[in-house]
């Protein structure tokens, strides 16, 4: 459960390393397939989490 926090806590600060590859993702995926606006600000708001939990994971436990 400690871990769990632990991960939560770090994935703040990982947010802001996390932002440009969701935006990326979701110029991407709108150029490539023509996902409308409200798909897209979805892709970029998931992405971006979990890009953040993956990196504050990956810091705490390597």
Do not use: C, N
Not at 12 to 17: A, D, S, T, Y
Not at 23 to 32: C, H, N, P, T, V
Request: net charge neutral; proline share 3%; aromatic share 12%.
């Amino acid at each position: 459960m400690q871990d769990l926090v632990i991960v939560g806590v770090m994935s703040v600060p990982m947010l802001m390393f996390s932002v440009f590859p969701g935006i990326w993702l979701g110029d991407y995926l709108e150029r490539k397939h023509q996902i409308e606006e409200k798909s897209k600000r979805s892709v970029v708001v998931v992405t971006t989490i979990l890009f953040a939990f993956t990196l504050s994971s990956l810091l705490h436990f390597f």
